[in-house]
């Protein structure tokens, strides 16, 4: 029978320490995210204050109005037409609907929906019924869930059809419906002047048309290709999303945390800190250090939140020395790149940029996280200069980068409407057939000395956003 005894053992082990999660997490975190984290820990350690705030303007530093004392109105003399001192009242409101105007939010579709449907003269319960409808609906004006569900009584149930005909035929027409499909046919149906086939295109063949499967319906219908081309051009006045008109969807805006010029020939790489304050140390708390007679508590809360704000203070001076080491190493790297344009984008990887300026991997990888870098030819993500290699032919060599490659391929298809009214010869067949295959994309890549399989260009173009040589053949 085994016994049991205690046996002490030495390992070591990697702990993750608080100080060091959280150095940690600052080397990941993007501009506006940092500026949320000082501010927390600002609330938090007392011991920390703000030296310096450049991203505030005090209203005390303004000057003081032309001729007077610094006490009078600022605004005597503004350009603003909302503001008026001769008349204070008629200067209020004027402020006040300006500042309604400038919060205002943009009408939602539900919104536009429900102000048709209070003018409808339609009774109570069919009211009731449309405001659940019109609530169903997503961003397409589609449902959310099947209506049937949304109502119980069998009284409703029998009034459902009548008012779900009634929303299909608001402003805009085509909404609370199923799907695209169901949308099309509301559309064709209320159209004063409809194609007399496009129903049945879109009852029977609508996925053949979604695959762009034309020869198929052609075939079907038994109809000639002029004909269908007329469907198409009817459908394709039709709004198949209805409801995206009203999407409230706000524009995101990105904000560089570095910046790169060109300036005598040498790159300047800045740091945009404008949004970071400067931190220091609260010097009431270092005069507190030296002072005797204090019990133990207060004695450790002192020093416990020294401690943490000159961390804190190095922690981000770290940050930032990392984050323009990294972005130094990728300029070195990336040189033609920023002098010519993205398709000179060399193949890129973490660990280059690692073994250049003596850091692990991991530490590239989370400094370059959501960050993005402003240069002469647009913002890019930082992630975006990191690129695999893709082979070239003969004595080229993997001098490729995968990003590189696919500019080449966006500027091959974009100029492929010139070659076809310029260019002599067979070198421009695929483009005066409408557009390059991609096929004939590999050939003039090869003659680049850029071996890429079909299905990669394909795949590369696909992520590019750019349709098929038959799509674009079609537009």
Same mark, same amino acid.
């Given at each position: 029978?085994?016994?049991?005894r205690?046996?002490?053992?030495?390992?070591?082990?990697?702990?993750m320490t608080?100080?060091?999660?959280?150095?940690?997490?600052?080397?990941?975190?993007?501009?506006?995210d940092?500026k949320t984290?000082?501010?927390?820990?600002?609330?938090k350690?007392?011991?920390?204050?703000?030296?310096?705030?450049?991203?505030?303007?005090?209203?005390?530093?303004l000057?003081?109005?032309?001729?007077?004392?610094?006490?009078?109105?600022?605004?005597?003399?503004?350009?603003?037409?909302?503001?008026?001192r001769?008349?204070?009242?008629?200067a209020?409101?004027?402020?006040?609907?300006?500042?309604?105007?400038?919060?205002?939010?943009?009408e939602?579709?539900?919104?536009?929906?429900?102000?048709?449907?209070?003018?409808?003269?339609?009774?109570?319960?069919?009211?009731r019924?449309g405001?659940?409808l019109?609530?169903n609906?997503?961003?397409?004006g589609?449902?959310?869930?099947?209506?049937e569900?949304?109502?119980?009584?069998?009284?409703?149930k029998?009034l459902?059809?009548?008012?779900?005909?009634?929303?299909?035929? =608001?402003?805009?027409?085509?909404?609370c419906?199923?799907?695209?499909?169901?949308?099309?046919?509301?559309?064709?149906?209320?159209h004063?002047e409809p194609h007399?086939?496009?129903?049945?295109?879109?009852?029977?063949?609508?996925?053949?048309l979604?695959?762009q499967k034309l020869?198929?319906?052609?075939?079907?219908m038994r109809?000639?290709?002029?004909?269908?081309?007329?469907?198409i051009?009817?459908l394709?006045?039709?709004?198949p999303?209805?409801?995206?008109?009203?999407?409230?969807d706000?524009?995101?805006?990105?904000?560089?945390d570095?910046?790169?010029?060109?300036?005598?020939?040498?790159f300047?790489i800045?740091?945009?800190?404008?949004?970071?304050?400067v931190?220091?140390?609260?010097?009431?708390?270092?005069?507190?250090?030296?002072?005797?007679?204090?019990?133990t508590?207060?004695?450790?809360?002192?020093?416990?939140?020294?401690?943490d704000?000159?961390?804190?203070?190095?922690?981000?001076?770290?940050r930032?020395e990392?984050?323009l080491?990294v972005c130094?190493?990728?300029?070195d790297?990336q040189?033609?790149? =920023?002098?010519k344009g993205?398709?000179?984008?060399r193949?890129?990887?973490?660990?280059?940029?690692?073994?250049?300026?003596?850091?692990?991997?991991?530490?590239?990888?989370?400094?370059?996280?959501?960050?993005?870098?402003?240069?002469?030819?647009?913002i890019?993500?930082?992630?975006? =200069?990191?690129?695999?290699?893709?082979?070239?032919?003969?004595?080229a060599?993997p001098?490729?980068?995968?990003e590189?490659?696919?500019?080449?391929i966006?500027e091959?298809?974009?100029?492929?409407?010139?070659?076809?009214?310029?260019?002599p010869?067979?070198?421009?067949?695929?483009?005066?057939?409408?557009?390059?295959?991609?096929?004939?994309?590999?050939?003039?890549l090869?003659?680049r000395?850029?071996?890429?399989?079909?299905?990669?260009?394909?795949?590369?173009?696909?992520?590019?956003?750019?349709?098929?040589s038959?799509?674009?053949?079609?537009?």
């Amino acid at each position: 029978m085994q016994s049991q005894r205690p046996v002490l053992r030495q390992v070591q082990k990697l702990k993750m320490t608080p100080q060091l999660y959280q150095a940690v997490r600052l080397m990941a975190l993007p501009l506006q995210d940092l500026k949320t984290t000082i501010e927390e820990e600002l609330e938090k350690n007392p011991a920390l204050q703000v030296e310096e705030d450049r991203s505030t303007v005090s209203l005390d530093s303004l000057p003081a109005r032309e001729g007077g004392e610094g006490d009078g109105d600022w605004f005597d003399h503004s350009s603003d037409t909302g503001y008026s001192r001769a008349d204070a009242e008629a200067a209020s409101d004027a402020r006040r609907q300006f500042i309604e105007g400038a919060l205002s939010q943009p009408e939602s579709l539900q919104e536009h929906l429900l102000a048709q449907l209070v003018l409808q003269p339609i009774p109570e319960e069919w009211l009731r019924i449309g405001e659940l409808l019109i609530h169903n609906l997503d961003e397409n004006g589609f449902h959310q869930e099947p209506p049937e569900i949304l109502v119980s009584e069998d009284g409703e149930k029998e009034l459902l059809p009548k008012v779900l005909a009634l929303v299909q035929g =608001f402003d805009p027409v085509g909404v609370c419906v199923k799907d695209v499909r169901e949308s099309l046919l509301v559309q064709i149906n209320l159209h004063p002047e409809p194609h007399p086939r496009a129903v049945e295109v879109v009852e029977r063949w609508f996925e053949q048309l979604e695959n762009q499967k034309l020869r198929e319906i052609e075939k079907g219908m038994r109809i000639s290709e002029a004909k269908l081309r007329e469907v198409i051009a009817f459908l394709r006045t039709l709004d198949p999303l209805p409801g995206r008109s009203f999407s409230r969807d706000v524009t995101g805006y990105v904000l560089p945390d570095v910046q790169v010029t060109l300036h005598e020939g040498e790159f300047v790489i800045i740091l945009n800190d404008e949004m970071i304050p400067v931190l220091g140390i609260n010097p009431i708390f270092e005069e507190m250090t030296r002072k005797k007679g204090k019990d133990t508590k207060t004695r450790q809360f002192i020093t416990q939140n020294l401690q943490d704000a000159r961390w804190f203070i190095r922690t981000i001076g770290q940050r930032n020395e990392t984050l323009l080491k990294v972005c130094r190493a990728i300029v070195d790297y990336q040189r033609e790149f =920023f002098l010519k344009g993205p398709k000179y984008m060399r193949p890129l990887t973490l660990k280059d940029i690692a073994g250049e300026i003596g850091v692990h991997e991991a530490t590239v990888s989370r400094i370059t996280s959501s960050k993005y870098m402003q240069t002469e030819w647009g913002i890019f993500r930082l992630k975006h =200069f990191f690129s695999n290699s893709v082979a070239g032919t003969g004595s080229a060599g993997p001098r490729f980068s995968k990003e590189g490659v696919k500019e080449v391929i966006r500027e091959i298809i974009g100029q492929e409407g010139a070659d076809a009214a310029g260019a002599p010869g067979a070198a421009v067949s695929g483009a005066r057939a409408g557009g390059l295959s991609d096929q004939r994309i590999v050939e003039i890549l090869a003659a680049r000395g850029i071996s890429l399989a079909r299905r990669t260009v394909a795949k590369y173009r696909g992520e590019l956003a750019i349709e098929s040589s038959y799509s674009r053949r079609r537009t």
